[in-house]
Structures are given as C-alpha cells and as structure tokens.
C-alpha cells in the first residue's frame, strides 16, 4: 500500500494494512517520509500485530509524515524472518520498495550488484530493485523506476519511495494487482481496494506494464517508456461494511452466511429478454456456436467449481469437457485451436497459475471465457469473455461464497452455451435458469444445519484423519470439503469417488474413522444412491464413524448414518450448492476447536500470484 495526503501515513497505511493482511501475513512493513529529507523504515516477522508491537515499543515519533507506504508479505524469495520483511532499502537508505511477485532474473541482477560491491541485507528478489532505483536515480523517481522496470523480468507490482521526492509515491505493475484510490487532498495505492475504501470509492485501475506516480492531488500514468497512459477509472460498487466482520466471529463465518445473497448477485441479471447474457462478450455468437470443445482451468477451489461445470456443460450442451489444474494445463501440451473454449475460473483473477494457462491457450487460438469475482483484474482483462461473480469482497482466505458463486456462473456458461449451440429450446432453458433463482433461498436453508455441525465439529476436532466421498456432482462437493479441511483445521484430509474406494482406499479405513458421505438425491439419481449405500455399508463394516450429508426426507440414509446432516431437495446439478454449505462450517468449526485462526490459515495467502 502507499499514501500520501493530508493525513498521517502511518495511520492510514497501517489500517489498509490491517485489510489487506489475508494477502500474507508472513512479515509486515511500514516506510513513512517526513518531508525533511528523512525516511523512517520499520519492520517485523509474522502478524501485523507483532509491527504494531513494535511500534509501540520503539515509538511512532520518528514515522510521521504525510506520505508512506506499507507491504504484508506472502514468502516466496527468503524466509519470513526480520531482515527479509518490506520495506527494502538501499545502502544509503534514502530509496525504500515493498514489492508484491517474483523478480524472475534476481540471480542475475543480485550478482551484479554484488560484483559492484553492494551489499545485500536480504535474501529476497525485491531488494535487488531498491539498489537498482537507487543507483541510477537523479532527481526523477518516476524515471529511475520505469528504467529499472524495462529490466525486471517476472511478475511484479512495485511502490517505490525516496527521502528527496517526499510528495510522492511511485509504483509499477506487471501481471500483479494494482489501484489507486483518489481522495480529496490524498491519493492511495494498494494492491486491492479494500485498503482504501474507507476513505474513497473512486478508483484507477492499471494496466500491464505501467507505472503511476501519485501526489496528494492527483496521479498520473505512464507506460513503462514513460508515453503517458489514460487509466480508466472505476466506482467501488461495495463499502466498508462488506469488509468488516460485522458481528461475527471470524469472516470466513460470515461469508459462509452471505452465501445466499452472493448466489442471487451471481445470477442478478444474467437472464434478460428470455436469454442468457454474459457481463463482458467480446465473442460474435458464431463463435460460441462453432465451439466444439472445453477445457475448464483453475486451481484449489475454483477447480472444484470447474469439476461440477463438467458435469452440467456436458449435460446440456453435449459438448467434451475437460476439467484441468491451472498449473498442470500448459505443461502437457493440451489439444486446442480456434473452436476450443477454456472457461478459466479464479476468484481473485490474479492466480498466476490461471493467467498462465490464460495465455497459453490465447496463444493456441483458443476463445477464453473468465469467470471472476474481481472487476478488472488480469484474468478477465486477457480473456474474450466475462463473468463476474460479484459476490462481494471474500477475506477469509478459505473460498466460500465464492465457491457457490463460481458453481452458480458455470451453469450460467453452459446454459449460455446451450442456447447459441441450440441444445436446449428457449423454454428450457428458462426453466434451468428459473431453478438456479430458487437457490439461494435453499442456500440460506441448508444454513440451518450451522448449529448441529458446529456440535459434531467439537466431537470431530481430535480426530487424525476425515475421509470425504461423494459420486457424480458429489465427488467435486468431497474434495472441496477434505481442502477446507487440510487448509484450515492442518487435518489429514482426502476426498474420493465413492466407487473408487474399493480400488485401495478403503484400506485407509479404521475403527470410528470419521468418513463424510454426500449422497445423491434418492429420486434424481436413484441408481447413484444406492449404490452409495453399498459403499457406505463396507465402510460401516469396517469400523467407520458415518457422517452423511442427504436430502431432506430420505428416510433410506438414516441405517447408513451415525450423523445425518439433512439439507434441501434440489435438482441433481444443483446439489453441489446445498452440499457444501454444512463442509464449509465443519472445517471451519474444528479449526477453531483446534484454536487455529480461521480466517488465516498458516502458509497461504488469499491471492497467489506466482506459479
Ligand atoms: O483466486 P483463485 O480463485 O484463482 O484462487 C484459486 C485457489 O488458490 C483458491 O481457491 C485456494 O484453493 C483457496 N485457498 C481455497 O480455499
């Protein structure tokens, strides 16, 4: 983050910090300019709590003035320790960088440096850009910035201050997120809007390989040969409540409980004059006819989401879905030319993974549709197609309602591709469209189990292990419930296909090992069903403690369940929907019986924007 206006730095910075710590939260830093040549740095390993620690204990005398700058740190280069944490100074101290990616040719630019007899306080790629500025600095920040930034390769954002400029701050983006927030008599930088939303909802997004300097009165963009650029601006479309905890106890519980208002927003006016409309299409309708493949890509959760999408694109539009982890996608050389559509889905549109698999299949011809929860952000910007999620912002590092919110608009892509394709009338797909508007309201249903899981979750909170099956659309419900489970409560975890057990897992079973079951409706897959209730019965022969996620009134489960968890009858493809609500709160709950926190799991970070 950085600021400069008629408030003190350290103060706005350290609040933006505060929002934006679910970013990383491996070290924090603050650099704060007096305006009398000064440039006060401090830092420290671990929470934002441990700095203000600090602060308290040095005194926040010397950090006053109206411009700084701020970084939570995510570790890829250096261990999270004192001397790796942002801000990044230069020998004589007087240019200070906090940086946001990974500096792909540091080895070489660090050997450089050290051959110039420069000596390195750190182990990470951005303090290599801190000598870089310094050296060739001449009274022009904005200059020396964009200088070294021709010589940066990788993905990076980075904000750049120096003890001589102190009206100002400097910062750059490639493939890494950046805004401004203009303010009256103060203007921001951060990497998501949530640090400044407080003070102003009007903001500048920046575009790949650009550099913008700001001031208290204003900012002004260039590209990275410093030919001015006009930014587009941008009106934040939520406040500071959607960022706040609002009552409850930790905000992944919270975004768990809005999930029925992010399912209603993701479909808000995508059906119009008895068709499905995208957000963005830059796509003539020919295209999405001639369409005679899809891959889906993304990674963790949204791949998840992208694992139902198989399912309901198939069945609707007959075309042959893959389903594909971002990262694995452009190492395999995957079969693509101009009538493969990839739906790439990520949350944030930054998942470097994701952008990566963006642009391999842009380079192979392929269309690319985005489904995003991020106005503006990288992915849909290289993308021919758009849906956003607006599901509102997400701080809780584990996906929740944006999971239900990815679901949600991948059946709006496959009803989409119905009705150019032809593969369903009108009338029918109306109908669909119809049933997904009945889903939120079954969201907030399947809600009222919160109670009864956040008891079984105490019973289940010492457990070594959890075992997740599911089969069909309930497959992909299991694996997301074991990752929320790994993620949060640091539980061995595994989701399976149930019918697979038999082929080796099974062997995992032992006695009151808890196995999560998520069944199948009795009347839209009866086949299904019962054949779950075979496999549910060889665990129970060996021992496993049942806990079974089914539709209200199945009456047929109850002999298979030592738990039965009962959430709404809904349309087989839209069961994922109801399903992973009471996962959601069970990791949840356990982690917090476990005393972990759950909105900041260890080792993550909400965005990874390196591969
Ligand atoms: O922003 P994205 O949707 O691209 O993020 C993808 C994954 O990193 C993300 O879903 C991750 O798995 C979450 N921690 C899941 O809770």
Redesign the pocket.
């Known amino acids: 983050m950085g600021y400069t206006g008629h408030r003190p730095a350290l103060d706005v910075v350290l609040d933006g910090l505060r929002r934006l710590e679910y970013r990383g939260y491996d070290s924090a830093g603050v650099a704060v300019l007096d305006g009398d040549g000064g440039l006060a740095v401090e830092r420290k390993a671990g929470r934002l709590a441990n700095l203000e620690a600090r602060l308290d204990e040095v005194g926040r005398d010397t950090l006053t003035g109206g411009t700084g700058m701020g970084h939570t740190r995510w570790a890829t280069h250096g261990a999270p320790i004192d001397r790796n944490s942002h801000p990044h100074r230069d020998t004589t101290g007087r240019t200070a960088v906090v940086h946001n990616g990974i500096i792909e040719n540091f080895a070489q630019l660090r050997a450089e440096l050290e051959a110039d007899g420069v000596e390195l306080a750190s182990d990470t790629d951005s303090e290599t850009a801190a000598h870089l500025v310094a050296r060739i600095y001449d009274g022009d920040l904005a200059a020396a910035v964009r200088t070294v930034c021709r010589r940066l390769e990788g993905a990076f954002t980075l904000v750049v201050t120096h003890a001589d400029e102190p009206d100002k701050v400097v910062a750059a983006r490639r493939s890494s997120p950046l805004v401004v927030g203009v303010g009256v008599g103060e203007t921001f930088l951060a990497s998501d809007v949530a640090a400044f939303i407080e003070h102003t909802r009007d903001a500048v997004e920046l575009g790949q390989d650009q550099v913008v300097t700001i001031t208290k009165d204003g900012y002004e963009v260039t590209d990275f040969h410093g030919e001015p650029v006009v930014a587009k601006p941008f009106q934040v479309n939520w406040d500071l409540s959607a960022a706040e905890k609002g009552g409850h106890d930790y905000f992944m519980l919270k975004e768990i409980e809005e999930q029925p208002e992010a399912l209603a927003n993701t479909l808000r006016g995508h059906f119009a004059d008895g068709r499905i409309v995208l957000d963005e299409q830059r796509l003539a309708d020919q295209d999405l006819r001639d369409v005679d493949k899809v891959f889906v890509v ?5 791949y998840h989401s992208g694992l139902v999408a198989k399912y309901a694109i198939e069945h609707w539009t007959r075309l042959p879905v893959e389903c594909e982890l971002a990262s694995e996608f452009r190492y395999r050389d995957p079969v693509l030319d101009r009538d493969t559509l990839v739906v790439a ?7 470097a993974d ?1 952008l990566e698999a963006v642009r391999h299949a842009r380079e192979q011809k392929a269309r690319v549709l985005a489904i995003c929860n991020t106005n503006g952000a990288q992915i849909p910007r290289e993308s021919d197609a758009v849906l956003y999620t607006h599901a509102g912002p997400e701080i809780g ?3 929740t309602k ?1 999971f239900l919110a990815q679901i949600a608009a991948n059946y709006l892509v496959g009803l989409a591709l119905a009705q150019a394709r032809g593969t369903k009338y009108p009338d029918e797909v109306a109908r669909e469209f119809h049933e997904l508007e009945a889903m939120p309201a079954a969201v907030q249903h399947a809600l009222g189990t919160v109670g009864q899981v956040r008891e079984l979750a105490r019973e289940l909170a010492d457990s070594k292990a959890i075992l997740f099956l599911g089969r069909h659309v309930g497959f992909p419900v299991a694996l997301e419930g074991a ?2 489970l790994k ?1 949060l409560a640091y539980m061995h975890a595994e989701g399976f296909a149930a019918g697979e057990l038999k082929h080796g897992p099974i062997a995992l079973i032992e006695d009151q090992l808890p196995v999560v079951v998520v069944m199948p409706s009795p009347k839209g897959r009866a086949v299904l069903h019962s054949k779950l209730l075979s496999n549910i019965s060889e665990i129970q022969a060996r021992g496993a403690r049942t806990i079974v996620i089914a539709e209200e009134g199945d009456d047929t489960v109850k002999p298979f369940a030592d738990h039965l968890i009962e959430v709404p009858a809904v349309p087989t493809l839209l069961q994922p929907l109801v399903s992973s609500v009471p996962l959601q709160v069970l990791a949840a709950e356990i982690a917090r019986s476990r005393g972990y926190d759950v909105d900041k799991p260890r080792n ?1 970070a ?3 924007t390196v591969e």
């Open positions: 993304a990674c963790g959760t949204a889905i990520s949350q944030s549109g930054e998942t994701t590092v584990a996906a944006t990752l929320k993620e993550l909400k965005s990874v």
